[in-house]
């Protein structure tokens, strides 16, 4: 079965510029989790969906972040425009009800140079 | 409010040894309780969990213990391997009957050296 996936796996961009990572989670999941990770700040979530429709998106750290989740399959972490200090690994993890195992995809390195 | 401390690391063991990491958390009612994995250059995966007091969790030799009275989760293992350096995360999900998120503690870095 596939997994959590992510893409790419390897951004490297310069400041201003627009990024998008993508998520497509496992196909039943109705939770849908963007996270970041750094050596400074750890994990951090960023922002959930559940059946499509954003939870809670008190992580996202400014509004040059913004998340859509236009069907099931897929959603898209956007970065307008992109700085230094956004250069972070980004995942995507999917679960299955409220209380189920979050399946985590590999991540998407982002570099802003 | 809901949060998890683990313990700092790096933790440094020889291989054989004995591993604890420990676990504690704060939360409103009754919450799920879990332990996941991150081997260099992947994602999280599930390691273990737990969802009532006094339940053990154990998989691939780790097993941590619910512990309501101490609000600890620590995790176990007898004799760890090289294979087992990974950076160890311990979570919560709070039982709060709305849309639950799973909260992290910091993380553990574990290194073993044959």
């Known amino acids: 079965d596939a997994g959590v996936i992510q893409s790419p796996r390897h951004e490297v961009t310069e400041m201003g510029q627009e990024v998008t990572l993508r998520c497509k989670p496992i196909s039943g999941h109705d939770y849908l989790f963007w996270y970041r990770q750094t050596m400074m700040r750890g994990l951090e979530l960023l922002i959930y969906?559940?059946?499509?429709?954003?939870?809670?998106d008190s992580g996202m750290p400014e509004d040059r972040f913004s998340a859509k989740m236009p069907n099931a399959s897929f959603s898209t972490l956007k970065i307008q425009p992109s700085e230094p200090r956004d250069s972070a690994v980004y995942f995507c993890a999917s679960r299955e009800g409220n209380t189920g195992e979050l399946f985590f995809g590999e991540g998407s390195r982002l570099t802003v140079l | 409010g809901n949060s998890v401390t683990q313990m700092e690391g790096p933790v440094t063991l020889s291989e054989e040894a004995f591993l604890t990491i420990n676990c504690t958390y704060t939360a409103t009612g009754y919450p799920s309780l879990f332990w996941y994995v991150q081997y260099p250059g992947e994602g999280l995966q599930l390691l273990l969990k737990?969802?009532?007091?006094?339940d053990k969790g154990s998989n691939k030799g780790f097993e941590a213990t619910y512990r309501k009275e101490t609000t600890s989760f620590h995790l176990e293992k007898g004799s760890v391997q090289v294979s087992d350096s990974a950076v160890y995360f311990c979570?919560?999900?709070?039982?709060?009957?709305?849309?639950?998120?799973?909260?992290f503690g910091a993380g553990t870095r574990l290194a073993v050296h044959p």
């Open positions: 969906f559940n059946n499509n429709v954003p939870i809670d």
């Open positions: 737990a969802t009532k007091a006094d």
């Open positions: 979570a919560l999900i709070p039982f709060s009957g709305g849309y639950n998120k799973l909260i």
